[in-house]
């Protein structure tokens, strides 16, 4: 259940104490003459606690299932072939999942092949059960997230070599489905069906209402979230998350990475201290949010209910306000850029991956390099909540959503939503460090040392639990 919001009494007493503290570069707790701001902290605490299992994968994607060690074996003969169908699982994404299942059809028609394709709606679900089963997909979709961890585990096959065409690509979304990662014989698997990225989505009529131009740095953000924020409204300015995905913009923006390019960890640093105490700051301030405390369940839905005006979200809150708020007045713009003088957004990919022990590897392949072709992803039903992944069809995608286009530009330099195999405990006690830096139980040069002791733990091989 969303956590209660705080009454307008209750958020005018805090808020004289909330502006004048400072962090000092740790987040310890603080006295105050407002006994319920602590509260506040806890009440954010146990709802994003129940949140935590929503916020681990980040990307509404397949989380990471439980991998059996499965050596690579080699495709079946034909004799091995008889009896079966080729098997095809897809996430069922409504008129998009239709379209694909017409192509699909056809094609199988045209080959006078047996197909079996399924959709599920709990997909991650799905597709855990299915990698563990006997019989498990010959194709089906492998986010950029989860790819690593596939791979790894021999679970995926290797495109025979010319199959698919990296051309036309953004040189990251293409390397993301490259294995083993930065070498010279690495294999390509599979290749970028779609993408989704961040950007600055804000409250229209709220923004202009107020004379405010669009923020486009971190001072900006902050002067116009203390702006907007409401207490008679119970309106928060800034709406943000404990959130990995959706704190990495403002720790690329002060120049951050988290592995480098010697694949170190390398987080602790001068521009995570920065990102995350700019992060903290404005929430302890009292001019940033999360959705819970205005019983909502997500940012999307806080604007457009006049709860928030500015929050860090994906091109999957346009179908989702035109569907739920059509008349909600929003808009998009390019992410606020930090100390480095520029930004950085995330990207979500994925692609139609064949397994390593499926008898149909070359018509499974055939048909991935057809479904992620420019012409069949250009030519199925888009709402606005997916981009293709291909540079032309994208740039198609830009003219028909003039107002998503901070999201289409967001993608030549957006870092992709990857992180090595096994890499999935430093995300979880990330977030749930996040919870506690929020409610003011831990510093920030804690935890930034904690998370980069479960990193180097991680890739080293030793564990991060």
Not at 348 to 356: K, L, Q, R
Not at 370 to 394: F, I, K, T, Y
Request: charged share 20%; aromatic share 10%.
């Amino acid at each position: 259940m969303p956590t209660p919001p705080l009454s307008k009494a209750n958020r005018e007493e805090c808020r004289p104490a909330g502006r004048d503290r400072k962090l000092s570069g740790a987040l310890l707790p603080f006295p105050s003459p407002c006994p319920l701001l602590p509260v506040r902290f806890l009440l954010a605490l146990l709802l994003a606690l129940l949140l935590a299992p929503l916020l681990g994968g980040c990307e509404g994607m397949p989380a990471r299932p439980r991998l059996p060690a499965i050596p690579f074996l080699n495709p079946e003969s034909d004799a091995q072939k008889s009896g079966r169908e080729l098997q095809v699982l897809l996430p069922h994404e409504g008129a998009l999942t239709e379209a694909l299942r017409r192509r699909i059809d056809a094609w199988a028609s045209e080959r006078e092949l047996e197909l079996n394709l399924s959709t599920a709606a709990d997909y991650s679900r799905r597709l855990s059960d299915r990698l563990q089963s006997e019989t498990p997909p010959d194709l089906f979709v492998v986010t950029g997230f989860l790819f690593p961890d596939l791979a790894a585990s021999g679970l995926l096959a290797p495109a025979p070599v010319g199959a698919l065409d990296p051309t036309g690509y953004p040189p990251q979304l293409a390397a993301a489905f490259l294995w083993p990662p930065a070498s010279d014989d690495a294999d390509r698997y599979c290749l970028p069906r779609e993408v989704r990225t961040l950007a600055l989505v804000y409250d229209r009529v709220g923004l202009a209402s107020s004379g405010q131009a669009l923020p486009d740095n971190w001072e900006t953000l902050r002067a116009a979230a203390e702006a907007q924020t409401n207490v008679d409204l119970n309106r928060f300015g800034f709406i943000e998350a404990p959130d990995l995905s959706r704190w990495l913009p403002f720790f690329f923006a002060a120049g951050g990475t988290i592995i480098d390019e010697k694949g170190s960890m390398a987080l602790q640093s001068q521009a995570a201290d920065a990102a995350m105490e700019w992060y903290i700051r404005i929430f302890r301030d009292n001019f940033a949010g999360h959705a819970g405390e205005s019983n909502n369940e997500w940012a999307g839905e806080v604007l457009a209910k006049g709860r928030g005006a500015l929050t860090i979200e994906g091109n999957w809150i346009a179908p989702y306000f035109e569907t739920h708020f059509p008349a909600f007045s929003y808009g998009v713009a390019p992410l606020p850029n930090g100390p480095a003088g520029s930004n950085r957004s995330v990207a979500f990919t994925s692609c139609y991956a064949v397994h390593s022990r499926s008898p149909f590897a070359q018509e499974a392949f055939h048909l991935a390099a057809l479904l992620s072709s420019a012409e069949v992803v250009g030519s199925l039903p888009n709402d606005g909540g997916w981009m293709p992944a291909a540079d032309a069809p994208r740039a198609e995608w830009r003219a028909e959503y003039p107002r998503l286009a901070a999201f289409a530009d967001g993608v030549p330099g957006a870092q992709v939503w990857q992180f090595p195999p096994g890499f999935g405990p430093f995300l979880r006690s990330f977030n749930r460090g996040m919870v506690q830096l929020l409610a003011a139980e831990i510093e920030i040069d804690t935890f930034l040392a904690e998370m980069q002791q479960i990193g180097e733990q991680l890739l080293s091989g030793d564990g991060g639990q």
